[in-house]
């Protein structure tokens, strides 16, 4: 499992920087997702990630796999993988592959994996080998 306490401290620190209320919804989320209150970590973080934090939308996309909602998990994953984020542009390629919120298609899904693989990802180039 990958250990997302360093993600959470930039983006806590990101947001202390910007907005203070944004710090405290970023902190109440955060307090709610390690204790599996998953409800309450989206309805912190959603409006943060709609803002455009990828880290976020990853992490909200991933709340959503969690709760098998796939439609808004892939649409969250999208917008963190628009941004380069190869881990997302990584699960969204998987989203295209098994057709989890999206219709099947296996020229996005490589081309999302692709992605992933050209910044490094490790398990999307085992997966394109596949």
Do not use: C
């Not at 999208?78 to 881990?87: F, L, P, S, Y």
Request: no cysteine.
């Amino acid at each position: 499992m990958i250990d997302i306490r360093p993600i959470l401290i930039a983006i806590a620190l990101s947001l202390a920087i910007v907005a203070p209320a944004s710090a405290q919804n970023f902190q109440r989320g955060n307090e709610a997702y390690e204790r599996g209150d998953f409800a309450t970590a989206l309805r912190e973080w959603r409006p943060l990630a709609d803002m455009g934090s990828a880290p976020l939308q990853a992490l909200v996309a991933d709340i959503y796999v969690k709760r098998k909602d796939y439609v808004n998990a892939a649409r969250y994953h999208r917008m963190a993988a628009e941004q380069g984020r190869h881990i997302s542009q990584e699960k969204l390629g998987i989203h295209y592959l098994l057709g989890w919120g999206v219709p099947k298609d296996f020229v996005l899904a490589y081309m999302w994996t692709n992605l992933a693989a050209a910044q490094g990802s490790d398990d999307a180039t085992q997966r394109l080998k596949k």
